[in-house]
């Protein structure tokens, strides 16, 4: 356990008072992320909040007591008074908090949400987690956003070079307000030893000689585990029962999931185990893994995956290239294909042992050298103008997310 108080910096960011927002109803890498860049904050001696608009999955992963987590309503379904209220317990009459909104999406926020929040606030801060998708509805035009809330924001910290390009290209959010920041992987994710795997499978099952294809993630529509689970099937008759799918995570999708490997006659060889509390150890058991989603910002499942040395298979896009070289640290396939996701599929698990193993060190050695939290949580705290001599110790990472089914 991390005592915090010996890993405090007391000095020039002790009277700094920091509020996060920022949360979904379905807990995911955003929750991760914010968690961690948080408590950093506060061991580092700034005054932190967290406040979350929607069901509050951050107190199962924020173990400094001095950060203090607190479940509100949206911000544009409050009364200023209630919102000053809300930021006081952390402000001073003397120094206003900054605010940092956690965003799945760029552009997600209201401007009147950034409004009020600039009102209330000194410096307003995004960290976003994906580009925006699907249709804008908005009043206004794209570009005037982009306009409004750069006039609003201090700066945007962005994921991925993907989101960057959005946020410039389509919102025409000025350059030198983004700050590109690309994930990072705790720690405790790490090649596992030969008896830390033997001790997963029998924790996770199935026995030794039966190939695990693992998954991680939410069980939502644009994870897209239907997609999986149809590729799964077509390869899964090849094995005659040496084969097996364990899915960690959950979500409302979940009994849908679970009649589609019905329908499909897979039922005996899919595992649904729910949120793991920790993960490393269930992608110690795996022998594969796949990420069968077609968009994401930077995806902390799959990093997470490689740094415990799993050969991954994901869908070509502007993170996966910069994580994975194909055929030589994972694979990378047209999964909007289904014959294409099913084909690549079968070819990993063809894979000998051998040359499983071989590209895992090598996905694992990607992540170490280049996807460390020293290297990377860094640039976070310096896009919020902090300037750490040194990174804090790290917090344990694990995961409080409820099942839901």
């Not at 490689?306 to 999964?335: F, K, Q, V, W, Y």
Request: overall charge positive.
């Amino acid at each position: 356990m991390i005592v915090w108080a010996r890993d405090r910096v007391p000095g020039k960011h002790r009277q700094r008072r920091i509020i996060f927002i920022g949360g979904t109803s379905e807990p995911g890498g955003l929750h991760v992320h914010t968690a961690e860049v948080a408590q950093a904050c506060a061991a580092l001696g700034c005054r932190v909040s967290v406040l979350c608009p929607s069901i509050n999955h951050f107190e199962g992963l924020i173990t400094d007591p001095t950060v203090r987590v607190e479940a509100i309503s949206p911000l544009h379904q409050m009364s200023w008074g209630r919102w000053i209220a809300t930021s006081r317990p952390i402000g001073a009459r003397s120094s206003r908090p900054d605010v940092v909104f956690c965003r799945g999406s760029f552009a997600e926020t209201p401007l009147s949400e950034l409004t009020m929040a600039a009102c209330v606030g000194r410096r307003i801060y995004t960290i976003d987690h994906r580009p925006w998708e699907g249709p804008w509805d908005a009043r206004i035009s794209k570009r005037l956003y982009g306009t409004l809330s750069a006039a609003l924001s201090r700066r945007s910290i962005v994921v991925s070079e993907e989101i960057a390009d959005s946020a410039a290209g389509e919102f025409g959010f000025p350059r030198n307000k983004i700050a590109t920041c690309l994930n990072w992987v705790h720690p405790q994710f790490h090649a596992p030893a030969d008896e830390e795997r033997r001790a997963a499978r029998a924790e996770f099952g199935p026995d030794q000689t039966t190939l695990l294809v693992g998954y991680v993630g939410r069980l939502a529509p644009e994870k897209r585990v239907d997609a999986l689970l149809h590729a799964f099937a077509s390869v899964a008759n090849e094995y005659e029962g040496q084969v097996a799918l364990a899915l960690a995570g959950d979500g409302w999708k979940r009994q849908t999931l679970e009649a589609l490997t019905r329908d499909l006659g897979i039922a005996n060889n899919v595992m649904f185990l729910g949120w793991q509390k920790a993960p490393w150890r269930f992608l110690a058991a795996c022998d594969l893994c796949v990420l069968p989603s077609l968009v994401e910002g930077f995806p902390l499942a799959l990093m997470e995956a490689m740094a415990t040395g799993r050969p991954c298979l994901a869908h070509p896009m502007s993170s996966t290239r910069r994580l994975i070289e194909n055929e030589t640290m994972g694979m990378l396939a047209d999964l909007a294909k289904p014959e294409v996701f099913a084909s690549a599929l079968g070819d990993l698990l063809r894979l000998s042992g051998e040359a499983r193993l071989r590209i895992g060190r090598a996905a694992a050695l990607r992540i170490a050298s280049e996807f460390s939290r020293e290297r990377r949580l860094r640039d976070v705290l310096q896009a919020l103008d902090l300037t750490p001599t040194h990174l804090p110790k790290v917090a344990p990472r694990l995961l409080g997310f409820a099942s839901v089914a």
